[in-house]
């Protein structure tokens, strides 16, 4: 085992560094989606129960069988598991983010108004701030998955700790099995922690206690 | 389209492949989802019980949560070899966190003046619990175990892996082979049987909830 470490160390460091790239090249798409989707459905509300109930669909889908559904469209590699991520990450981001603007106050919205804020600065100084800390644990919720779902990409040349995995499982390698298992609940553990940590901060500052 | 035509054909031509495949894969689910049931909703309700011991518990599923689904099967190999029953374990450990979260979450949300006038007409703790805590935590159970389900059924494809069979060996075959049809085959029926047991227990959970719209 630690021949294997020692040895392929720079093969190792490559696929995590792949592995973080895909998930967060992943996840600035799907927040690049997500952020104005969300917002423009806390205005039409009509329209968001049609969209959250198409990214649930998305979303209920297993992921090996939409990676198969997905190779007659997009073939293999980088660019399938992208779009596959993207879209599995949107009902929670999305979801999140109507969740946030709508849970703030009305009254604190009118109090700025009432100030004198233009839509801009209402927006960028009263709303987001609000609602970044929900904003952020969908951020959470979603990096997480997409790690999770990203070991699963390796399937179809995406590359990444699945790569190690599945390496592992077709050579009968336990060395390989166990060093991705450690490094990815690793990764994923960590996040996790980090944007908790964030979260948390975020809440204390949007309640005026930091 | 051609590829969807392709796959109706393999579909007929191997139903009894396909229908064993099938048969398997449901057999994995819903074992793999009873067994979790019936652990881990008392684990919840003994964790929303018992403050001390929830702390350590919540904690190790939470954890356990975060952990991707491919890396808890690919694990189990090492320690339990292929097969049925290896793949079983793997969904049970991947369906626990879920009803046992929302167990213990569904428990804590109880009122607990509504405990107090239960206890106050002259309940028992076993009356309180049958007939007030239960029912009242029922629909977060059920929204636990709706989640539990999706993801069992998204792993039990991935359980193909380590010789678990069902619809993911069609999808696995159909990869190493770069057979499009034969992927269609596992990869289709698996999303139809997601999105049916999302609509189910979606239904389920509409059923125990009518008494707060009515």
Same mark, same amino acid.
């Given at each position: 085992m630690v021949n294997y470490i020692t040895n392929y160390y720079d093969t190792i460091l490559a696929l995590f560094l792949d592995h973080l790239r895909l998930t967060f090249g =992943? /996840?600035?798409? =799907? /927040?690049?989606?997500?952020?104005?989707?969300?917002?423009? /459905?806390?205005r039409w509300k009509s329209l968001s129960v049609l969209v959250l109930s198409i990214l649930g669909i998305i979303y209920v889908i297993p992921s090996m069988a939409f990676f198969a559904l997905l190779i007659p469209f997009l073939g293999l590699g980088m660019k399938p598991a992208i779009f596959a991520l993207v879209a599995y990450s949107q009902l929670i981001l999305v979801r999140n983010v109507m969740v946030g603007f709508q849970s703030i106050d009305q009254a604190i919205i009118e109090a700025g108004k009432g100030m004198g804020l233009n839509w801009f600065h209402l927006f960028w100084k009263i709303e987001l701030p609000l609602a970044l800390p929900i904003i952020l644990g969908g951020v959470r919720i979603a990096a997480v998955a997409i790690i999770g779902i990203g070991t699963i990409a390796a399937w179809i040349n995406a590359g990444g700790l699945g790569v190690l995995l599945f390496e592992g499982l077709y050579q009968n390698s336990t060395h390989k099995i166990i060093i991705g298992t450690i490094l990815v609940s690793t990764l994923a553990l960590i996040t996790n922690y980090i944007l908790l940590r964030l979260e948390n901060r975020l809440a204390l500052k949007a309640k005026g206690q930091l | 389209m051609e590829y969807l035509k392709d796959t109706v054909t393999y579909i007929f031509e191997n139903s009894d492949r396909f229908l064993e495949a099938l048969q398997v894969h449901l057999g994995l689910s819903f074992i793999a989802l009873l067994i979790s049931m019936l652990i881990c909703i008392p684990l919840g309700i003994v964790c929303a019980k018992k403050p001390k011991l929830s702390g350590l518990i919540m904690n190790v599923f939470n954890s356990l949560r975060v952990i991707p689904s491919l890396a808890i099967i690919v694990i189990i190999l *090492?320690?339990?070899g292929m097969g049925f029953y290896p793949a079983l374990i793997a969904l049970i450990i991947l369906a626990c966190p879920p009803i046992t979260i929302n167990t213990f979450l569904g428990f804590r949300g109880i009122d607990s003046s509504i405990i107090e006038a239960a206890s106050g007409m002259g309940m028992d703790s076993k009356q309180i619990l049958t007939k007030i805590e239960i029912p009242l935590a029922? *629909?977060?159970?059920?929204?636990?175990?709706?989640?539990?389900?999706?993801?069992?059924?998204?792993?039990?494809?991935?359980?193909?892996?380590?010789g678990g069979g069902g619809l993911g060996t069609f999808i696995?075959?159909?990869?190493?082979?770069?057979?499009i049809p034969l992927l269609l085959v596992g990869a289709l029926p698996v999303a139809f049987l997601a999105i049916c047991s999302e609509v189910c227990f979606a239904a389920v959970e509409r059923l125990v909830t009518r008494y707060q719209r009515d």
């Open positions: =992943a /996840l600035a798409i =799907a /927040l690049l989606f997500a952020l104005p989707v969300g917002y423009l /459905l806390t | *090492p320690i339990m029922l *629909p977060v159970i059920i929204a636990g175990c709706r989640t539990a389900a999706v993801e069992i059924i998204a792993s039990a494809t991935l359980a193909a892996f380590i696995v075959n159909g990869m190493g082979m770069y057979n």
